[in-house]
């Protein structure tokens, strides 16, 4: 079993920036890619970075230029860091741990951008 907690999450104007983070405990070894979800009101849940084995990055077409994704080993923990953002950047933003065969989710962090 994998244990996710997000935090990082809050109310913010546009052009801010935000550092999610996503704290993993639990049976880690089996791990083969830790990433960066998020789902918009009424939107379906779309994935933004993924971190692989190796440490490749891996970004989709919504999280270009504006998005980064980094991990801290010693703490079990991956970041996701948010510049400039932008209403349409409002969502409920989750990190996902996956092994070969099954995917862990944590609760989510509610990010808002509004002015």
């Known amino acids: 079993q994998v244990q996710l907690v997000e935090s990082g999450g809050g109310f913010v104007q546009p052009g801010g920036s935000l550092r999610l983070s996503c704290a993993a405990s639990?049976?880690?070894?089996?791990?083969?890619?830790m990433g960066w979800y998020r789902q918009a009101p009424g939107k379906q849940r779309e994935l933004l970075a993924r971190?692989?084995?190796?440490?490749?990055?891996s970004y989709t077409d919504a999280a270009k230029d504006r998005f980064t994704i980094s991990r801290d080993n010693a703490k079990n923990t991956i970041f996701l860091q948010i510049n400039n953002l932008k209403p349409e950047d409002t969502a409920v933003y989750f990190c996902?741990?996956?092994?070969?065969?099954?995917?862990?989710w944590g609760q989510g962090t509610r990010v808002t951008v509004s002015s």
């Open positions: 971190i692989l084995r190796g440490d490749v990055l």
């Open positions: 639990g049976s880690l070894s089996s791990i083969v890619a």
């Open positions: 996902a741990h996956s092994t070969p065969y099954y995917t862990y």
